[in-house]
């Protein structure tokens, strides 16, 4: 059994498929080794200091918003199979949850985020990077549903945060992130070619 657990970040725009990738990795490996998986965005700043309507101004598309530092240190806690505290984040509140959710050490650990390439101290922590590479029309209806369905939000809201903050930070920090993954998949979770030689390379590290 490996001393360190073994960490691959999942990047790529808002509503690509990371999620859908990362579960899928998930079921493979959760009967031979044990499996988690840490979301980027339970990690974004506690804003319980702002008003509500200040907190639905922030721009949750930058770097800036997320609590950087946080997920860093528990990342190399995980890393070495410590138990970690995670935070929760409340869409509705627009900022993080009072509730933590406890996480023990894995051999597998799945980090998926906006982000996770584009932030150079996360990149250093993961043996594997991942880019999902989605069409933006298509990661925009997944993302428009989703906010509507899961995250109580109007259509107006969704529409404008993709215009002013969502497609422009995209372009700016997230595309250009690309550079760095050791593998990137096209059309995210149906892809499953790409999944299999991930899983391929994955086995790999782990078994040895």
Known sequence: MRDQAVIIGIAGGSASGKTSIALQLYDYFKGQHQVRIIKQDDYYKDQSHLS?????????????AFDTDLLVHQLKQLKNKETIEKPTYDYTLHTRSDVTETVEGR???????????????VRDICDILVYVDTASDIRFIRRLKRDIEERGRSLDSVCNQYLNTVRPMHETFIEPSKKYAHIIIPEGGNNYVAIDLLITKIKSIVEN
Do not use: C, M, S, W
């Open 52 to 64: 509500f309507e200040e907190r639905v101004k922030t721009n949750y598309d930058h770097p800036f």
């Open 107 to 121: 051999d597998v650990i799945i980090v998926e985020g906006i982000f996770v390439l584009a932030e150079e101290k």
